[in-house]
């Protein structure tokens, strides 16, 4: 066999592969150390992309209805005010929704808790007489009864404050919530960093396209670059598509939760109703924590009509999750309802809610070269069409 100068540039770089790799295997407390430094340097940026990838999505919307006449294609500055007022009208729109929603469930929420916290303080005041009309009713157990009346109203609730503060100390509860508020503000200036680097993306993203482009072409051999490009391309339009669908989805079941409970007379059905419409944005699962909240909403007010919205939303459940959804979100990435219900569920197995969020437009993109390799496999093997129909 003949080395020549690409071979050997081949072996060597699988010789120093192989020895990185056997020194990180050695040394796996370091380089796990290494790396969860790295992500923290780079995580506001990865977070800056993400949302600028996700906002990039209504911001099109925005950039092809705004500004459309022939001069604003020609005039320079004319595209730069479309720009900036289409990224303007995203954060609005986005910043606005959430705002609206947290406005709308938050104050309901702390009424709720209110209500609860009163419930069992009332409900703590009326144990005594609760044991006293169930001794009479039954007493054959009145001494029993007796007996815990009597250990109820002699609890020394000092000795269980004592309890509770040794418990904090001997589990240092204050370290722990030293760190998790220390990692609180690091998330929110993460999460500023974030959207400031997201805006800078979004406002020079053809800029940042044509750099990345003329970098991999300089680094990379062309047909390799062409391949990776039209696999970009693929995955970032099977991500808008999703995006897409997955809202209107969400619109969907917010719609047919908001009619339902109205048609059932139900208490805090706008709000219960938008609850969900946000928590589906999370393909399959979200809804549940929609949910949960509309159970301590409702239960407050009727706990009859919360069990009622148990069996409500079960139903609704299975018919979105099983019909609306593959066909809507599905249709939108061109991927067949059975492989969006595989996706989701391997989806969740693997990365949780992440796995969840990445599950169907990976299975997209997977899907649709599949099929391209197999179609021109086909092609390529001359099988006759009446075999593979």
Aim: glycine content about 6%; charged content about 15%; hydrophobic content about 55%.
């Amino acid at each position: 066999m003949n080395l020549n100068r690409d071979m050997m540039k081949k072996i060597m770089g699988l010789i120093a592969f192989a020895i990185l790799l056997y020194v990180g295997l050695q040394n796996t407390r370091m380089v796990s150390a290494a790396l969860r430094y790295v992500a923290g340097l780079i995580a506001p940026f990865l977070i800056g992309g993400c949302l600028a990838f996700v906002l990039n999505v209504p911001m099109r919307f925005f950039e092809k209805n705004l500004f459309t006449g022939e001069k604003a294609t020609k005039s320079k500055k004319l595209r730069q005010m479309k720009r900036i007022c289409s990224l303007l009208l995203t954060l609005i729109v986005v910043f606005g929704m959430i705002a609206i929603v947290l406005f709308m469930v938050v104050p309901e929420l702390y009424k709720s808790a209110r209500a609860i916290g009163w419930e069992m303080t009332q409900a703590v005041a009326r144990i005594p007489q609760l044991l006293d009309d169930t001794a009479a009713l039954l007493p054959m157990f009145a001494s029993v009864i007796e007996s815990v009346r009597e250990n109820f109203m002699n609890v020394d609730w000092r000795e269980i404050g004592t309890m509770i503060r040794d418990f904090v100390q001997e589990n240092n509860i204050l370290g722990s919530t030293f760190n998790i508020a220390t990692s609180v503000v690091s998330g929110v200036t993460n999460a500023i960093i974030g959207i400031v680097f997201a805006i800078y993306i979004l406002l020079q993203k053809e800029n940042l396209g044509r750099q990345f482009r003329r970098l991999f072409y300089a680094v990379f051999p062309e047909k390799h670059v062409d391949r990776f490009l039209q696999v970009c391309t693929l995955t970032c339009d099977s991500f808008n598509n999703f995006l897409s669908g997955q809202c209107l989805e969400a619109f969907i079941l917010a719609a047919m939760f908001f009619v339902s409970m109205s048609l059932l007379n139900m208490p805090y059905a706008l709000v219960v109703a938008v609850l969900i419409g946000v928590t589906a944005l999370i393909p399959i699962f979200g809804a549940f924590i929609g949910c949960f909240v509309g159970v301590c909403l409702i239960l407050i007010a009727n706990p009859i009509q919360a069990l009622w919205f148990l069996v409500l939303f079960f139903v609704l459940q299975q018919i979105e999750g099983n019909v609306i959804y593959p066909r809507v979100v599905g249709g939108s990435v061109g991927l067949p309802s059975i492989w969006v219900l595989v996706a989701v569920t391997l989806g969740a197995s693997l990365g949780g809610v992440i796995g969840i969020l990445f599950a169907i437009p990976v299975a997209s993109v997977i899907y649709t070269l599949l099929r391209e390799h197999v179609r021109r496999r086909v092609r390529e093997r001359g099988i006759a069409t009446h075999k593979i129909k």
